[in-house]
């Protein structure tokens, strides 16, 4: 468990230290239009392989996954410290989601099987949830110090001696339990690579649209997905052993589950990677006060974990956590939405704390009561696909976000200037690397003084437009959290019964 909490430590830290850093790690590395990429290529990756690892820790246990991908995830680090550019940092970003896929789906699910009764896992979850939180609550001040004093490439390094102290616990002390060993191993490829037609055909078509509007290469990736999707699905109910077992899509409360699953991650990711840049660049906030005011927030994940953990136990209907969770977002997004630079610093940490409460109260309950609906045979897999759901979630609120802010924000500059278009100054405001890029707004300044302009104002204009993008962005997020405040009735009634030993048909094999 102490392996698994550093493990948990490493993943927290890097989610909240590079939504800090990105609006620097943009601006320095002159690559706005990639800012977007950088959370959804290891979105994309991270959701590929957890579903394939989760299957394969199911079959040969999951110790020797866990300790491969703390290696890919602690080397990708690095080589995301040392990137040149900012598709270095994308391709690194990559890497390290496939090795954070191979964790998610696979050290995750260590816990269940160390710890088969509910109660008893509740109680150790709040051991994960503690180490969760003192990664949150360091991970954005820290993020932003080292950005503002270090260099943003800092943020990269940290992991490495986290993924040394994990890999050794991991090593040395967790037994490797295996849930199907006497099975004969036939991993469903073709699912898998046709699960990656899909979900890349899907993340290019969101990404290339607002790049390059409606044109060929969108309409292709768009087709890719209406061809790939139904090939998907007719394969894996023709699969003897698939990797994503049709039985658990005829599960209707798993099936709602997921899709409360994606709303989250859209709401969640979309705000730990736009509320930094409404923060910095629409605010004109430094990185440090940045990640002060985004602790709350991750910090409140862990404190509403930890509550929740308390409470749902003790409930007669535990699907009423999921409404409170859904209603402190929905109550946080629009919050968030209507915040400006004249909001309060007391309203702004109120918003944070709802956010990061409502998703404390999401986060275990929906993986908990999927793992418990699922039964014992479809343990690893379900817990790696609710994984997976929240992380398609977050990949398509990122995008989607991606393409509201840039589009908006380039509208608004060209709104708000339209009979200066076609001068230089006005391409350099259309480029938000400019409100966030101190030598690049000296240079900026200093242009548009020779050219009598009042540099300063020109500059608020810019932030005004930057502030209203990613309010639109935000607006996106609200609306996925109240599709699933509306969607928790479909959820059928959660038991949490007590259980001292392995469901029957899936016998425990220690090894």
């Known amino acids: 468990m102490l392996g698994i909490c550093f493990v948990v430590m490493m993943v927290a830290i890097d989610q909240t230290v590079v939504g800090t850093a990105l609006p620097t790690i943009a601006a320095e590395l002159n690559g706005f239009e990639f800012y977007a990429w950088v959370a959804t ?50 391709l690194a970003r990559a890497l390290q989601g496939i090795g954070g896929g191979m964790l998610i789906g696979t050290a995750f699910a260590s816990v269940p099987d160390l710890f088969p009764d509910t109660h008893a896992r509740f109680r150790w979850q709040i051991l994960l949830s503690s180490a969760f939180g003192v990664a949150n609550a360091f991970g954005p001040t820290l993020g932003g110090f080292m950005t503002q004093h270090l260099g943003w490439r800092a943020v990269f390094f940290i992991n490495v001696p986290l993924g040394l102290m994990s890999l050794y616990c991991v090593w040395r002390f967790l037994p490797r339990i295996r849930q199907m060993p006497g099975r004969p191993v036939r991993l469903d490829w073709l699912g898998a690579l046709l699960l990656v037609g899909v979900l890349t055909a899907m993340q290019l078509a969101v990404q290339l649209a607002p790049m390059r509007g409606a044109g060929l290469a969108a309409l292709l990736m768009a087709a890719g997905v ?45 705000l730990l990677f736009y509320i930094p840049l409404l923060l910095q660049g629409g605010f004109g906030l430094d990185p440090q006060s940045v990640g002060l005011l985004i602790t709350p927030m991750v910090v409140c994940i862990t404190v509403g974990s930890i509550i929740n953990g308390r409470v ?73 696909l609710m994984h997976s759901v929240r992380m398609i979630g977050g990949m398509l609120g ?19 200037f339209a009979r200066d278009a076609g001068t230089a100054w006005l391409a350099d405001l259309q480029d938000p690397q400019v409100l966030m890029n101190s030598a690049t707004q000296a240079q900026f300044s200093l ?42 009735y479909r959820v059928p009634a959660i038991r949490l019964a007590q259980r001292q030993s392995a469901e029957s048909g899936a016998p425990l094999a220690k090894t």
Request: aromatic fraction near 8%; proline fraction near 3%.
């Open 398 to 416: 990122t995008a989607i976000m991606g393409m509201l802010v840039n589009h908006h924000y380039a509208y608004a500059v060209r709104a708000r």
């Open 41 to 90: 290529a290891y979105l994309l990756m991270s959701v590929i392989t957890i579903p394939i690892f989760g299957r394969l820790g199911d079959y040969y246990g999951r110790k020797p996954f866990v300790i491969a991908s703390i290696v890919i995830f602690t080397s990708a680090s690095a080589l995301c410290g040392l990137a040149d550019s900012m598709q270095q940092v994308v």
């Open 226 to 270: 209406l061809l790939l999707l139904p090939a998907l699905v007719y394969w894996e109910r023709r699969s003897e052993q698939p990797l994503l077992p049709p039985d658990m899509f005829r599960n209707k409360a798993l099936t709602a589950m997921f899709v409360l699953g994606l709303c989250l991650g859209f709401v969640m990711f979309g």
């Open 312 to 384: 749902v136990v003790r409930l007669s209907r535990p699907n009423h956590m999921l409404y409170v969770g859904f209603v402190l977002l929905v109550a946080a997004c629009l919050g968030f939405v209507l915040m400006d630079r004249h909001t309060s610093r007391w309203l702004m940490l109120l918003w944070m704390v709802l956010a990061g409460s409502g998703m404390g109260c999401l986060m275990p309950n929906l993986t908990v009561f999927a793992q418990e609906t699922a039964g014992r045979t479809l343990l690893g897999i379900s817990t790696a």
């Open 447 to 488: 242009r548009a003084q020779q050219l009598g302009l009042a540099a300063d104002n020109l500059i608020e204009q810019a932030r005004e437009s930057l502030v209203a993008a990613v309010h639109m962005g935000l607006a996106s997020a609200l609306v996925a959290a109240c599709l699933g405040m509306v969607l928790v």
